[in-house]
């Protein structure tokens, strides 16, 4: 190996391991940023759990009353409006309870 294959390599070498050495902070700083977001998950997931999904589920069934007489309101205008009152006061809050992942708003 002659002296300029040497001084190649080194240099090659030492741009990798400068390489290397430059992420280090940045995927530390995602690390730690990993940690406060799972907090931040764990938490909203705990409040959905708690409060929301409760409340949520209390308005599917308050939809539900609310669907008869929208219905009915609504029947002189065919199909199409009592679907619409259907997917407004019912399928849309059982989804919101059933459907979405925890802690997602």
Do not use: C, H, K, N
């Amino acid at each position: 190996m002659g002296w300029t294959t040497r001084r190649s390599l080194r240099g090659l070498a030492a741009t990798l391991i400068a390489a290397l050495a430059l992420p280090a902070p940045a995927v530390a700083q995602s690390v730690d940023d990993d940690a406060s977001r799972d907090a931040s998950d764990y938490a909203a997931a705990a409040f959905d759990a708690a409060i929301v999904r409760p409340l949520a589920l209390s308005v599917v069934v308050v939809g539900a009353v609310f669907f008869v007489p929208a219905a009915i309101i609504s029947s002189p205008g065919g199909l199409t409006p009592i679907r619409e009152a259907w997917d407004q006061f019912v399928v849309a809050p059982t989804r919101f309870v059933f459907t979405r992942p925890l802690g997602q708003f």
